[in-house]
């Protein structure tokens, strides 16, 4: 599976911003999707967690309420829209598929994407 970001950047904290990862090599109905993002210096973190078919999402209490993850099984894409954005939201932001149900364990996701940088200035 091939999984490319894209729609990151850098703006002011309140902003939003909406990421999106394109899959391929899959039947992309058949994989939970998640996001993570790493800052400089800290691990990795689960943000949102979206089922196969769409209908179960889970979400980090950091973002939940600010951020809304979605997918598109007609285009192999899935979404993560990020509303007031804060400074502390700085980090790559990677997506990452598996063939489970869903998982906010990075080390159960086999597929990821390569990465984009979100940043947002004070």
């Known amino acids: 599976v091939q999984l490319v970001e894209s729609g990151g950047g850098l703006v002011q904290a309140g902003d939003s911003l909406r990421l999106s990862c394109a899959a391929s090599?899959?039947?992309?109905?058949?994989?939970?999707m998640g996001w993570f993002r790493q800052a400089p210096g800290k691990e990795r973190e689960f943000l949102a967690a979206?089922?196969?078919?769409?209908?179960?999402?889970h979400y980090a209490d950091s973002v939940k309420g600010r951020f809304t993850c979605s997918r598109d099984n007609a285009k192999n894409t899935v979404y993560l829209q990020m509303d007031s954005l804060k400074p502390e939201d700085t980090a790559v932001y990677y997506c990452a598929g598996a063939e489970i149900d869903y998982s906010r364990v990075r080390y159960e996701y086999d597929y990821w994407g390569q990465g984009t940088q979100v940043t947002v200035s004070s």
């Open positions: 090599g899959r039947t992309f109905s058949n994989l939970a």
């Open positions: 979206i089922n196969g078919s769409g209908g179960n999402v």
